[in-house]
Nanobody, 127 residues
Framework: QVLLEESGGGSVQVGGSLRLSCTASGGTFGTYNMAWFRQAPGKEREFVAACSWSGGSTWYADSVKGRFAITRDNTKNTVWLQMTSLNPEDTAVYHC????????????????????WGQGTQVTVSS
């Protein structure tokens, strides 16, 4: 059983930055591919960013490409999401998710493949 705990959310003005953290306990963190998803009020949860178990490969939703960066440190059991140039459309609850690496294709946008999810952290961007 892996427990994921997000932190770092908060309120920020347009153009501001935040760094979200997701710390895992239990399991072997370095064997999990990790991702961030978000869910805005009244909307479906959507993919934001993902990274491979090593951190060597990363992927982003078009809406955040160039503004967000996902990184991880397997020695700290932590994955981060650095968010810059925030705008009101980024307002959402952000969740991290973990998928046990199977050495096969990583369909990172498909929510059903993830084995564990965190409770989420709220990000609010105001103008």
């Amino acid at each position: 059983q892996v427990l994921l705990e997000e932190s770092g959310g908060g309120s920020v003005q347009v153009g501001g930055s935040l760094r979200l953290s997701c710390t895992a306990s239990g399991g072997t963190f370095g064997t999990y591919n990790m991702a961030w998803f978000r869910q805005a009020p009244g909307k479906e949860r959507e993919f934001v960013a993902a990274c491979s178990w090593s951190g060597g490969s990363t992927w982003y939703a078009d809406s955040v490409k160039g503004r967000f960066a996902i990184t991880r440190d397997n020695t700290k059991n932590t994955v981060w999401l650095q968010m810059t140039s925030l705008n009101p459309e980024d307002t959402a609850v952000y969740h991290c998710a973990a998928e046990q690496d199977s050495r096969g294709p990583f369909y990172y946008t498909q929510q059903s493949i993830y084995d564990y999810w965190g409770q989420g952290t709220q990000v609010t961007v105001s103008s």
